[in-house]
Nanobody, 114 residues
């Protein structure tokens, strides 16, 4: 069983930055890909960013140029650096690991508000 634990969420003002971390209980380079999703109240869960075991990254249109996903295989941790945050970025952020099935973390709340 893969366990994913997110951290780093919180309250930040518009224009600010946060860095989320996702610590995995397994070697993340054994996963096909790692990803961050988010879900705002009343909205569907959406893909924010993903990174394959080969290092290829992709981003949702709304976060391109502001968010950066990265991974540290030695620490089995994936990160999401979020800059120039907007109120629309407010959501619960989930880490996901893609293998034969998808595994999910419990989520961390990010609130962007003045």
């Amino acid at each position: 069983q893969v366990q994913l634990v997110e951290s780093g969420g919180g309250l930040v003002q518009p224009g600010g930055s946060l860095k989320l971390s996702c610590a995995a209980s397994v070697k993340i380079d054994s996963m096909y890909a790692m990803a961050w999703y988010r879900q705002a109240p009343g909205k569907q869960r959406e893909l924010v960013a993903s990174i394959t075991n080969g290092g290829k990254t992709s981003y949702g249109d709304s976060v391109k140029g502001r968010f950066t996903i990265s991974r540290d295989n030695a620490k089995n941790t994936v990160y999401l650096q979020m800059n120039s945050l907007k109120p629309d970025d407010t959501a619960v952020y989930y880490c996901s690991a893609a293998a034969y099935i998808a595994f999910w973390g419990q989520g961390t709340q990010v609130t962007v508000s003045s």
